[in-house]
């Protein structure tokens, strides 16, 4: 059975090509297309991908507007009996703003838009997302971001780490982010919020300059536990 | 029926905004600003009588982000 994975756009997204385009390569099945104004998504999906951009202009706050429209009752109804969902960058912002992840993504502390090649440490192994990555490695992806900076309360930050609920976290202070978190997991796993674009380093290391290649495992890693479901 | 719904960051929420405001503000020359903070208003016009649930329904499931905002509800009339 082919990978089924949909990838949303909504009106601003601009990095919604570069997923389908990492999903088609790395599956070896063209990603469907989704438009935010669908009420529905197409039926047996395997993953959701709702990706970068500035969907609405960053109107009111950034994933605020996307995450009322139309085809996010249809993402949470989907989350909720167990589909994976990935949200990068803008992506992780509407998946805070539609509650499926906790905190929230304020501006970058150091007030200036954000973009390079950083330096991650993957904390968590285990779920559908990480598992083919090693406890503690470094890998690098690429951010690009002006509101990045996670924010959640103490009493959230702790649960998070206590449940091994942080994904990636950066090397260094990259955006002011509490604990330097890059990206979290929902309490069963299946919900990855990210601020690094992996879609952007799937590339063999013969273009390593275009990104690197650390992203491609985490694909990998979501095709592996379609393979063994 | 007119409606201002004003929108803060909590206190203890890092603003990176009001931090700029602040130090443009001390860069013209103005002393004494001890704290900026950039909040949000928005006004509404909204049907006569709708009532303050309502009102604060919107702002909890859209006007406000709760996990980092405050908000008020003013009536302008």
Known sequence: MAFRAAVITFPGSNCDRDMASALAAVSGSPAIRVWHGDADLPDNLDLIALPGGFSYGDYLRSGAMAATSPIMRAVVAASSRGVPVLGVCNGFQVLTEAQLLPGALLRNAGQRFLCRTVALTVENTTSPFTAGYRAGETIRIPVAHHDGNYYADAETLDMLEGEGRVAFRYNEAVNGSARDIAGVLSANGRVLGMMPHPERAIEPAAVAALGGSDGRRLFESILASFATA | ?77
């Open chain 2, 1 to 77: 029926m007119q409606v201002r719904v004003l929108v803060r960051l909590k206190p203890g929420v890092l603003d990176p905004q009001g931090r700029a405001v602040h130090h443009a503000l001390e860069g013209l020359g103005f002393e004494g600003v001890a704290d900026v903070r950039v909040g949000r208003l928005i006004e509404l016009d909204v049907a006569d009588g709708t009532d303050h649930a309502t009102l604060t329904q919107m702002c909890e499931k859209l006007l406000a982000n709760t996990v980092i905002e405050s908000f008020t509800i003013e009536s302008a009339q």
